[in-house]
């Protein structure tokens, strides 16, 4: 068959993106099949690979970022653990100390990666962009979330690997199982939570970046990261608790270190079955405050604000 | 007609001066408008009283409470102050990532009659100012609730001014060098002034003595310049707490100052010339008006 010029323009164009072409009979007579598009469960899949890819790929083409921040939860780590030396601690709340610090990596990833995350997307022009494409929000998120959750996994490794090796931490784990339960369900719960603030971060400006750093040491400090969180008073300690990482931090200590059953807040069964609740109300929470959040974002005007 | 040389015209006393008020008076617009005063003002207390409070509950559920260890006070001052260093070093360096990445602002800056490094004190000078409401509030707090054991009729004023003022000058030129090296690193480095006011805080000596570290460690603390500016303002403050421990008790305070003050010294010279060693080669490469999008 003999191609016309436009025709095979078209059919060397490595790109070839649905859209330059004409309707579909058109397409046909050119001879290039229409790009089949996915909807329904595996459109929503698809958009959750697609944004958990930069999360994964992205940061090891960003060597220095990745080195950064393991070597920041890592000094402040190494502080700490000096500051109990220097005032006698028992050995256990040096491991204390390093599995908090690994545990802040995944409040920083939540905070600045997943809250502030559509505030960085309306400054780059891209939350519009996010708003036309035929999917999900909620798959948006959900990739986000599973990408810096995977890529924030490793780092939190790391640093735990590094900081029981600097400092020669003991661990004596009683239940594998168990400590599988409360990590996971601390994650869900945890990014649930980040998915349900990122909506109300789309009606934030330059407000966000103050609400973000300003949620960093007083949660370092009420949820326990370097401490029991039972040395609080009874009700602290449960209005703490609205943030998994508390339960989370304090079922962990009570099951991988000796005196931990004795600090803990409550006991890790119980603890186990309130991150659980938390994980289903947070992402309930998630999709009912984005779906609101968004209309009343387009309603304001406020999706392509940008406020410097 | 001779042609005016924007260089010397930038470097002559009254730009400079001009440079550093704008930039101060611009820093503080950044830091503060943002929100109303009130609380801007409670976002100025809060974040620094809770980084205090991790260490005081900490401290309070090994020793049951017993805040009147001169150890306490130590990790307590130290704390307070090392607020400066954050604020004023990394205050500087972020200004370059704020106008090139952010705003986009900085090739605007650079083609304008000012002095780019009073420029870039002068943005610092906001974040300084926040950085000693959060002290002050830090050190009441400490007195008030704490037992910190500072009475203003036994704080040794002169040493602690001098202290004071020559410890915030070699923080500024930590400050530009950090600057001048940014301007070199595309890609947003955030992480710059956190990484480096992260070690020092290791290493200075701020929250434990020196002596906790281990012994092939130490010697990184004895070369840092905020080691010997913390102990200054122990001493004044509180000079028996200071006293209580081994660190620097064979020098005098003089000879404190004068390290001090040679170090700053050093850093200054370091400062001057890496900054415009760095500007230079950031022009040559193209970086001042570098986007990265990250």
Redesign the interface.
Known sequence: MRLSRKAIQVSNNPFPLPQVFPPQNDAKQLGVERLHKNSGWRLFLQTVIARAYPRIIGQQR?K??LF??I??PL??V???V?????????ED?IGFVVIGGAMTAFWMNVLWSMSSQLYWEKE?GNLALFIITPTSMMAILLGMALGGLLATTLRALVIILLGSLFFNVQYAVTSFAQLFAVFIFTMIALYGLGMMSASLYLLLS??AW?IS??A???I??FSG????IK?FSFWISAAASIIPLTLGLDAMRQLVFKSGPSLGFLSVQVEIIILFILSIVFLIAAKLMLAHMEKLAIREGRLTENR? | MQPTNPQTTNNNPSSISRSFRIATWLGWQIESN??DPFLFAI?SI???L??A???V???????SGDFADP?FTY?YLGNAFYLYVGAVMSGISWAVLDDRE??KTLKYIYVAPINIPAYFIGRGVAKFLVGSISVFITIIFGVLFLHVDVDPATINWPLFLISLVIGIVMLAMMGLILAGISLLIV?H?W?IG??VA??L??FSG????LE??PVWLRPIGYIIPISYWLELLRRSLVGEVAEAFPTFQNLSNPQLIGILLGLTIIFGIIARFLFRYCEHVAQERGLIDMVT??
């Open positions: 960003e220095s970022w950064f921040d070597l920041l000094l402040s190494c502080a700490f000096f500051v109990y030396k220097a005032i006698n601690a028992p709340y780059q330059r407000e103050h750093s300003l960093q040491e007083p370092y400090l990261f370097y401490f029991p040395n410097r | 943002w929100t976002y809060i974040k620094p809770a980084g409070v991790i260490l509950v900490m401290y309070s559920v090994i020793t150890i990790i952010h705003y890609n480095v992480f956190d990484a992260g070690a805080f290791l701020a929250i434990f003595p906790i570290l999008n990250y």
